[in-house]
Nanobody, 126 residues
Framework: QLQLAESGGGVVQTGGSMSVSCAASGRTDNSFAMGWFRQAPGKEREFVAA????????HYADSVKGRFTISRDKAKKTVTLQMSGLKPEDTAVYFC???????????????????WGQGTQVTVSS
């Protein structure tokens, strides 16, 4: 079992920056990965970014590529999503996700992750 603890989020103006972090506690394996999904009001939940623990490869949704950066601290088992150039359309609840035995092709699929955080609100004001 894994537990996820999210931190960060809040309100920021358009063009601003913000970070959200997530700490995992529990057992992980070599194919462990963590990431973020988000859900805006009235919209479906969507993939934002993911990082594989082994090798550290990163993966981004096209909508955030070049503006968001995901990183990990293996010792602390923490992942951070640094967001810059924020737009009102980035407003959403951001969910931390984690899972073992994840393969590359499944990183963008919510159903592939066994563990989800409670979510943290990010609001970008115009």
């Amino acid at each position: 079992q894994l537990q996820l603890a999210e931190s960060g989020g809040g309100v920021v103006q358009t063009g601003g920056s913000m970070s959200v972090s997530c700490a995992a506690s529990g057992r992980t394996d070599n194919s462990f990965a963590m990431g973020w999904f988000r859900q805006a009001p009235g919209k479906e939940r969507e993939f934002v970014a993911a990082i594989r623990w082994s090798g550290g490869s990163t993966h981004y949704a096209d909508s955030v590529k070049g503006r968001f950066t995901i990183s990990r601290d293996k010792a602390k088992k923490t992942v951070t999503l640094q967001m810059s150039g924020l737009k009102p359309e980035d407003t959403a609840v951001y969910f931390c996700v984690a899972g073992n035995r994840l393969i590359l092709s499944s990183l963008r699929t919510g159903a592939a992750y066994d563990y989800w955080g409670q979510g943290t609100q990010v609001t970008v004001s115009s």
